[in-house]
């Protein structure tokens, strides 16, 4: 993927997993939406590697008031990544807005599915085939 978005970062270590891919990849660049303070006090994003940080854009605040700009000013997507608030109106909420922005043939990805239904309440919703990986859904958008 070339535009990745993810929400919610926390100390970065699935942060961390996505840039050493895109790293790999030789190509890409992941913007992160993250609010300011984390459990511990701790820096959003610490345990992420100064190395890759070269592909990576942080973005401080609330993703109900960052998502929908970033996305309008990206255009279009090829991975959106939710690992934000899990609550059932917040994860549908997100994916409803990064869909129209996800390009076809990308990925609409989501930690912690199985705690609410909102991943595969969407991805029915909108006819997306997806899997179950543990516990991370992964929708391709066609």
């Keep these: 993927p070339d535009t990745v978005v993810e929400t919610g970062v926390?100390?970065?270590d699935?942060?961390?997993f996505i840039l050493e891919a895109l790293g790999k990849n030789g190509t890409g660049k992941l913007h992160s939406i993250d609010l300011p303070s984390q459990p511990d006090d701790r820096d959003v994003g610490y345990r992420v590697p100064?190395?890759?940080s070269d592909?990576?854009?942080?973005?401080?605040?609330?993703?109900?008031n960052l998502l929908p700009t970033l996305l309008s000013d990206l255009g279009s997507i090829d991975l959106f990544h939710h690992d934000s608030l899990h609550t059932y109106e917040h994860m549908l909420w997100e994916y409803e807005t990064a869909y129209p922005a996800v390009a076809e043939g990308g990925v609409?990805?989501?930690h912690d599915i199985l705690y609410k239904t909102a991943f595969q309440?969407?991805?029915g919703e909108y006819d997306l085939p997806w899997t179950q990986v543990v516990n991370e859904?992964?929708?391709v958008v066609e």
């Design 55 to 64: 592909q990576w854009t942080l973005h401080l605040g609330d993703s109900k």
């Design 10 to 12: 926390c100390y970065g």
């Design 137 to 139: 859904g992964i929708a």
């Design 14 to 16: 699935s942060t961390s």
């Design 50 to 52: 100064d190395r890759l």
């Design 121 to 123: 309440d969407f991805a």
């Design 108 to 110: 609409i990805g989501s």
